[in-house]
């Protein structure tokens, strides 16, 4: 068959590949799957209202599509097995036909024949079907030459624009900053925040939580609003101190969608200073407020408090419960990290927080069970006793833990050794070899001693020199 012309080839794939920013072999690529899938559509269309689609999926998988830049065309090639009897014309050819060319073929090998279709056979559907394919091609491309920037991305915070929106997802697109077109994001409905108004083409800052394969989909990027990264890197852009290295974030609990919506959304962070003269919370908080306020106007209106964290676990555990003020930390149980803190009856209800999102934070903050406790009420000796009692549970649950942990061990090393045993009765392939080679290595090395007994009138040579061979919940810490 002839070459089916395409007049301005070679400039409409370079005008492809400079608009999306793609490189022209896979603008290539792309145009020779879109004229494949056109080629089949074809073929297909030859059985419409005759027949039943009598070609399986994968049918034209032999077929394939080259083009020429040169003369501006393309052709249609199929690969064949030379076969005696021909039971597909599709994917055989008989030997008979191929040695009126080729006199030395032989059965089982493979020819790459002309099988393009003329032009005017190809049919309008077939045309819109290979530029409908070409455009998907290209955008698939594109999306994942893209994505792939963002998966090395160092910074993970991103603008992104709101584009439309799918059931309680936001469909946002955000750019790499790499000078590539924006590429589709989607913010799903428990990385949103409650306060935030998505409208169409408001801009927001997101938090790069994922790029994952989807099944046909392919690349997906996944955004977050709720990411206690994002307040991390908010502070990192309004506080000069963190950016120098003299204040650190050493963690942050974050609850951007709290369970009920009577409770609005809080981040508690903890923070330290390497030089003493430096103040961490005053420098996080600002003059008059005006770094924190910048942070909590990115997340529209989220409470942030802003603790110092301490080596001591007691203090540690009375700042994260701020702006509570509490008289007393027991540390009940250090080894499970479990605390009384006791608190001015006043302050109960702040330390404790609307439905107890204060004194969760505060644990998801520090690491450890807090328990708070009216300080009027305690009673020491009584509370001991039921924390001796608690402490009895755990140890006793840690001790079944390590005795099923022992048993499993135990049980792995006998089935170890049966399996030692059994190929020692009855030998594999590779023990054989194995088997063989220390065999050899045994015989070679039973000759040793006769060597050093023939060798031992000769003085042993003195090394020139001495050598020696060998040589929270969610947080941001």
């Not at 559907?125 to 998966?151: H, N, P, S, W």
């Amino acid at each position: 068959m002839a070459l089916v012309l395409l007049p301005g080839l070679s400039n409409l794939i370079e005008d492809i590949s400079e608009e999306k920013k793609l490189p022209a072999q896979v603008v290539e690529s792309a145009l020779r799957e879109a004229l494949l899938k056109g080629y089949e559509r074809y073929r297909r269309t030859l059985y419409l209202g005759i027949s039943e689609d009598p070609f399986e999926e994968d049918y034209f998988s032999n077929f394939d599509v080259a083009l020429d830049l040169d003369e501006e065309g393309y052709r249609v090639l199929a690969s064949k097995i030379i076969v005696e009897e021909v039971e597909s014309e599709d994917h055989q050819i008989a030997l008979a036909e191929v040695m009126q060319v080729a006199e030395d073929a032989q059965v089982g090998d493979t020819v790459v024949l002309d099988v393009t279709p003329e032009k005017e056979d190809f049919g309008r559907m077939a045309a819109a079907t290979t530029k409908q394919v070409l455009a998907q091609k290209l955008r698939d491309q594109q999306r994942r030459m893209i994505q792939e920037e963002f998966a090395d991305l160092e910074d993970p915070v991103l603008t992104a624009r709101v584009i439309r929106f799918e059931r309680q997802s936001v469909i946002m697109a955000v750019s790499s900053g790499l000078g590539r077109p924006e590429v589709e994001a989607e913010l799903p409905r428990r990385d949103q925040l409650p306060n935030d108004n998505y409208r169409a083409n408001a801009t927001f800052k997101v938090f790069l939580k994922e790029v994952s394969e989807i099944p046909r989909r392919g690349p997906q990027l996944f955004v977050s609003r709720a990411n206690a990264g994002l307040v991390v890197y908010l502070f990192e852009n309004e506080v000069p101190e963190i950016q120098e290295g003299s204040v650190r974030i050493v963690a942050v609990a974050r609850e951007a969608n709290p369970p009920s919506r009577s409770v609005g959304p809080r981040t508690k962070v903890a923070v330290d200073s390497v030089e003493r003269e430096v103040d961490p919370v005053g420098a996080c908080i600002g003059a008059r407020g005006s770094r924190i306020q910048q942070v909590v106007n990115e997340l529209r209106g989220e409470k942030i408090d802003v603790i110092r964290w301490s080596q001591d676990p007691g203090q540690y555990i009375a700042n994260s419960l701020s702006p509570a003020r509490v008289e007393a930390v027991r540390l009940v149980d250090p080894e499970g990290q479990h605390a009384h803190v006791l608190v001015p009856p006043d302050q109960l209800s702040l330390a404790i927080g609307r439905e107890g999102q204060n004194v969760r934070l505060a644990a998801r903050l520090t690491g450890w069970k807090i328990d708070i406790k009216n300080s009027t009420e305690y009673d020491q000796a009584a509370e001991d006793e039921k924390v001796s009692e608690l402490i009895a549970q755990r140890q006793e649950e840690e001790a079944l833990q390590a005795e099923a942990e022992a048993r499993l061990e135990a049980e792995q090393a006998l089935r170890a050794e049966e399996d030692a045993r059994l190929r020692e009765l009855y030998p594999l392939p590779e023990d054989e070899e194995d088997y063989g080679a220390e065999a050899s290595y045994d015989e070679a090395t039973t000759e040793e001693p006769a060597v050093e007994q023939a060798s031992e009138d000769v003085p042993e040579q003195q090394p020139a020199s001495d050598e020696v061979a060998g040589d929270d919940e969610e947080g941001a810490r």
